[in-house]
């Protein structure tokens, strides 16, 4: 084995290392009991990624590892600054909450956290918003949940999975 792919190798075992500390600290995330203070959740994991108004005077808390993570991670935090329990947000039976009701660019963004890109698909005619969470397919598949504003931007029209190109080995060859 050559100097650079012993290198490789070695890199390729402490980013794994890496990754699989992430996510013991995510699965820990979701293990804090409600009724918690938030900042007690602050203190151990961080700031939230984005706070929204939430109804009764409460705050929604979101921590999101989005634009190349796949997983985010929401709670409500009541007046008295107590949250409810946290849940892992990118999840294929939470995107199903796009199918019921309206949902406006702020809704989702508050419901999901920020998403991984935003970009425009379709001729000048008939260009929708597009929003990209990055996330892992009914736990598996690394995936990229695409949801659509419409033309004007305004509310969502239809949500849809696919495959994460990022993940692709003939697009990223080194990975």
């Known amino acids: 084995m050559t100097t650079t792919a012993r290198l490789l190798a070695h890199g390729r075992y402490a980013g794994a290392a890496v990754l699989l500390g992430l996510l013991s600290a995510c699965a820990n995330m979701a293990e804090v009991p409600a009724g918690t203070p938030l900042a007690n959740v602050e203190a151990k994991f961080g700031q939230p990624t984005l706070t929204c108004p939430a109804p009764d005077d409460a705050l929604r808390a979101v921590w999101s590892q989005q ?3 796949q997983y985010a991670f929401g709670t409500v935090a009541d007046r008295a600054g107590n949250i409810s329990h946290i849940e892992q947000l990118l ?5 199903q909450r796009l ?3 309206t949902w406006t660019p702020e809704q989702v963004r ?3 956290g920020p998403p991984a890109d935003i970009s425009t698909v379709g001729l000048p005619s008939t260009t929708q918003v597009v929003w990209s969470y990055r996330y892992r397919q ?3 598949w690394n995936s990229l949940m695409y949801v659509y504003f419409g033309q004007d931007g305004q509310r969502v029209t ?9 993940f692709d080995r003939e697009s990223f060859p080194w990975f």
């Open 67 to 69: 634009p190349m993570g």
């Open 91 to 95: 999840t294929d039976s939470h995107f």
């Open 99 to 101: 199918a019921k009701g």
């Open 110 to 112: 508050c419901e999901f």
């Open 138 to 140: 009914a736990g598996a």
């Open 158 to 166: 239809r949500f849809h999975p696919g495959p994460d190109p990022m």
